[in-house]
T-cell receptor, first 115, second 114 residues
Framework: AQSVTQLGSHVSVSEGALVLLRCNYSSSVPPYLFWYVQYPNQGLQLLLK??????LVKGINGFEAEFKKSETSFHLTKPSAHMSDAAEYFCAVRGTTDSWGKLQFGAGTQVVVTP | ETGVTQSPTHLIKTRGQQVTLRCSSQ?????VSWYQQALGQGPQFIFQ???????GRGNFPPRFSGLQFPNYSSELNVNALELDDSALYLC?????????????FGQGTRLTVV
């Protein structure tokens, strides 16, 4: 069974500073990995996904993530935070033989951006 | 906008009652998944429907049931509501073919059980 752990339930960053959100996965084989963002009272929006192609994945809104098999990690970064990045971020995993809709989510990291 | 629509957006029910939540999937998608997101937590997979059949279930009791219709829209039914069922219920649709696809989520239905 696959699972993900997100380190840090809350992260506060200054506008213009680096955003780093940590995600570690547990799986017997490298799974597919995702980062989703959720704004208040809304559903989930896909930021990016890793599906065993390039290990450095670029997503929307300037976010990127790097798959590191040796560290079983898939951390999300953005070089310069913007006020609009304030939201909750979820890392998710899907087994390679599972369907696209069957995801295991982490507990989430709430990002606060300060001026 | 993902094209996945859920109704109603908010709902208040009394403990012991039954509730039906609805999801209209994105055009062309043949799979619908349902998730429960309790306050302050990540979404938890309830079950998935593919071509009108249940195709995978998470750790939820049988009082959580669903349907998928020929047009691929879906319903989530919860019987004998408990206070802990209060949550945001998310529906996601996907097309189960190929590598370059993803699950698209609706806005969710906020269920409050009192």
């Amino acid at each position: 069974a696959q699972s993900v752990t997100q380190l840090g339930s809350h992260v506060s960053v200054s506008e213009g500073a680096l955003v780093l959100l940590r995600c570690n996965y547990s799986s017997s084989v490298p799974p597919y990995l995702f980062w989703y963002v959720q704004y208040p009272n809304q559903g989930l929006q896909l930021l990016l996904k890793y599906t065993s192609a390039a290990t450095l994945v670029k997503g929307i809104n300037g976010f990127e993530a790097e798959f590191k098999k040796s560290e079983t990690s898939f951390h999300l970064t953005k070089p310069s935070a913007h006020m609009s990045d304030a939201a909750e971020y979820f890392c998710a995993v899907r087994g390679t033989t599972d369907s696209w809709g069957k995801l295991q989510f982490g507990a989430g990291t709430q990002v606060v951006v300060t001026p | 906008e993902t094209g996945v629509t859920q109704s109603p957006t908010h709902l208040i029910k009394t403990r012991g009652q039954q509730v039906t939540l609805r999801c209209s999937s994105q055009s062309g998608h043949n799979t619908v998944s349902w998730y429960q997101q309790a306050l302050g937590q990540g979404p938890q997979f309830i079950f998935q429907y593919y071509r009108e059949e249940e195709n995978g279930r998470g750790n939820f009791p049988p009082r959580f049931s669903g349907l998928q219709f020929p047009n691929y829209s879906s319903e989530l039914n919860v019987n004998a509501l408990e206070l802990d069922d209060s949550a945001l219920y998310l529906c996601a649709s996907s097309l189960e073919t190929g590598m370059n696809t993803e699950a698209f989520f609706g806005q969710g239905t906020r269920l409050t059980v009192v």
